[in-house]
């Protein structure tokens, strides 16, 4: 498949293979350790996208970001979904926030600072958010501009930080737009299942006219297949599928299926700190290699 839009994604290099294909069936490259960052700021900003539920969003930016923590880059993570879950899987009570991320759309008087949390990870933080973030999709289609919200709140972060990691919640309106218009890029987690295939589409749609209306800088960073199963037919068909069509947009790193991302969440934490052995957090350590590598500059 053809696509201007995807073509603007920078492939990654392949170095010299490790063993047998891996599970996107092409050759998988060795990412190494990317060089230490002598300053921070200039950060980098991630949509993390993708308008069907329960395909890893939330799971692949708290891990994600952990995983870049751990290389040694200053990482902010925006909870920009009014269920909370990127919040309440780093611990947060949603019911006892004094101030979110609303607050700091709605408000001019709020401030960055007024509303970042840290977490338990060194080197990344946090703008929590709850269900009084839905309101704010009803009163911005008032404002001037309202599709640059975000990306205004979020200036002086991007001084501060060197990646900053939004996650959407699962739909398109105007929360997801503003999310894409304050990006660089987008990654795209996407289950190893038929039925999200289909959908991508509209949200391929979505990304071409935030690119062409409002944010021409905007690229996809990559393609990232979730909860696979290559035990399945049905899991190995899926990802086969997902590259012819998307071709080096794909992730090499794949995210498999297991138990310790729930209990993970369930704990408050990342995988990489709490179970920091395990395959899901040596994938989201490899994944975190890959992203910098495609990265210019990082």
């Not at 600072?113 to 704010?136: F, K, Q």
């Not at 393609?223 to 037919?233: A, E, F, H, N, P």
Request: hydrophobic content about 40%; charged content about 20%; overall charge negative.
């Amino acid at each position: 498949m053809t696509d201007p839009l995807f073509d603007t994604a920078p492939a990654v290099t392949p170095t010299v293979p490790v063993g047998d294909l891996g599970p996107t069936g092409r050759p998988m490259p060795s990412f190494p350790e990317p060089p230490p960052v002598t300053h921070h700021g200039g950060a980098r900003v991630v949509a993390m996208c993708n308008q069907k539920g329960g395909v890893g969003k939330t799971t692949t930016a708290i891990n994600l970001g952990a995983a870049l923590a751990e290389l040694g880059r200053t990482v902010l993570l925006v909870d920009f979904d009014p269920q909370g879950s990127l919040s309440v899987g780093l611990g947060l009570n949603p019911h006892e926030m004094d101030l979110s991320v609303y607050n700091l759309l709605m408000e001019p008087d709020v401030t960055i600072d007024d509303v970042v949390v840290e977490t338990g990870v060194p080197g990344m933080d946090l703008l929590p958010s709850n269900i009084d973030l839905s309101a704010a999709e009803v009163q911005l289609v008032h404002e001037v501009a309202r599709e640059q919200t975000l990306s205004r709140v979020l200036a002086p972060a991007v001084e501060r930080y060197d990646v900053i990691i939004i996650d959407c919640q699962p739909s398109l309106g105007l929360l997801t737009v503003n999310a894409l218009t304050a990006a660089d890029g987008v990654i795209v987690p996407l289950e190893c299942e038929y039925f999200a295939l289909r959908g991508v589409a509209l949200l391929k749609t979505t990304i071409d006219k935030v690119a062409q209306r409002l944010n021409p800088r905007l690229v996809i960073d990559g393609v990232l297949g979730t909860m696979y199963d290559g035990r399945t037919l049905h899991g190995r068909e899926v990802m086969e599928r997902l590259v012819q069509a998307w071709g080096d947009t794909v992730f090499h790193t794949v995210i498999r299926r297991t138990v310790k991302f729930s209990d993970s969440t369930v704990a408050g934490e990342p995988i990489t700190s709490y179970a920091s052995k395990s395959t899901g957090a040596d994938s989201y350590r490899q994944l975190a290699r890959e992203v910098l590598a495609r990265w210019p500059g990082a």
